[in-house]
């Protein structure tokens, strides 16, 4: 069955970076587009990029463009979103996902919750 | 971008009636849409796609309608594992993905 393991919690000062990653399992890596989907606290859902894992093609939001980064490893099935220049407002839960139809999202995973403080 | 307006915010239901949530895009989405049920704690899970289909496992009771710029879910007959948060989705034009705010549904 397809599954998407997340890596866990973080903790970062405003200004860093962080790297989430989700290491998807249950299907050929490279059949469908890995997207990536954020949630503040108490917020909706917000999509932020997604990356094809067989040819490396990646879209982001204008929202976040220049600041993530989404890339793969084919290798070890995994997936990473990169986010730079943290700020308070990054605070929140994300989300990797495929959508192994259209570009509706079927399966995702558990989440990562980040959390920028001082 | 296209904007996506759910309403209401919040809606209380009792066990056993019927819901009916709203999603409204700011321009047409032909029936590109998709509805997910989000519980505390949880990921999202995808209800319907293609405004009517409903995915894997989802029970009958969960129905979409609609096109072009208004969407519906409705949920037939409450139950009390139907509490959560209903997201609307429209992925017509991209990118970006838009989601709406979410309608909560709460037991009355």
């Known amino acids: 069955q397809v599954q998407l393991v997340q890596s866990g919690a973080e903790v970062k000062k405003p200004g860093a970076s962080v790297k989430v990653s989700c290491k998807a399992s249950?299907?050929?890596?490279?059949?469908?587009?890995i997207h990536w989907v954020r949630q503040a606290p108490g917020q909706g859902l917000e999509w932020m990029g997604w990356i094809n894992p067989g040819n490396l093609n990646t879209r982001y939001s204008q929202r976040f463009q220049g600041r993530v980064t989404i890339t793969r490893d084919t290798s070890a099935n995994t997936a990473y979103m990169e986010l730079i220049s943290l700020g308070s407002e990054d605070t929140a839960v994300y989300y990797c996902?495929?959508?192994?139809?259209?570009?509706?999202?079927?399966?995702w995973g558990q989440g990562a919750l980040v959390t920028v403080s001082s | 971008e296209i904007v996506m307006t759910q309403s209401p915010v919040t809606l209380s239901v009792s066990l056993g009636e019927r819901a009916t949530l709203s999603c409204r895009a700011s321009?047409?989405?032909?029936?590109?849409l998709a509805w997910y049920q989000q519980k505390p704690g949880q990921a999202p899970r995808l209800l319907i796609y293609g405004t009517s289909t409903r995915a894997t496992g989802i029970p009958a009771r969960f129905s979409g309608s609609g096109s072009g710029t208004e969407f519906t879910l409705t949920i037939s007959s409450l139950q009390s594992e139907d509490f959560a948060v209903y997201y609307c989705q429209q992925y017509n034009n991209w990118p970006p993905y838009t989601f709406g705010q979410g309608t909560k549904l709460e037991i009355k």
């Open positions: 996902s495929i959508a192994t139809s259209a570009f509706y999202f079927d399966y």
């Open positions: 321009q047409s989405v032909r029936n590109m």
């Open positions: 249950g299907y050929t890596f490279t059949a469908y587009a």
